[in-house]
């Protein structure tokens, strides 16, 4: 059974960073491009960056130039490299492939920026 663990997440405050880490397990992690999604109160869950197994990204307007995905195919990890985080960055956070997420989801890792 394919598992999906997020991690990292916490209380933050405004321009400040978060590191959020995803850990796979029972797939062809290598195979897949792996994305970052997250979930805002009251909004529908949204794609907002993503890693093709070569390594070639790409980002949601709202968080490029702020947000850097990496991975690593021999641990099987996705990571989230968060800075200058705003109020709106608030969500669950939440990894699975991209675009299309087809894996069961995972619980998520909170992220709250508030002062």
């Known amino acids: 059974q394919v598992m999906l663990v997020e991690s990292g997440g916490g209380l933050v405050q405004p321009g400040g960073s978060l590191r959020l880490s995803c850990a796979a397990s029972?797939?062809?992690?290598?195979?897949?491009?792996m994305g970052w999604y997250r979930q805002r109160p009251g909004k529908e869950r949204e794609l907002v960056a993503r890693?093709?197994?070569?390594?070639?990204?790409n980002y949601a307007d709202a968080v490029k130039g702020r947000f850097t995905i990496s991975r690593d195919n021999a641990r099987s990890t996705v990571v989230l490299q968060m800075n200058s985080l705003k109020f709106e960055d608030t969500a669950v956070y939440f990894c699975?492939?991209?675009?299309?997420?087809?894996?069961?989801w995972g619980q998520g890792t909170q992220v709250t920026v508030s002062s």
């Open positions: 699975n492939t991209a675009p299309l997420p087809v894996k069961s």
């Open positions: 890693v093709t197994s070569s390594g070639i990204t």
């Open positions: 029972e797939m062809a992690f290598s195979s897949y491009t």
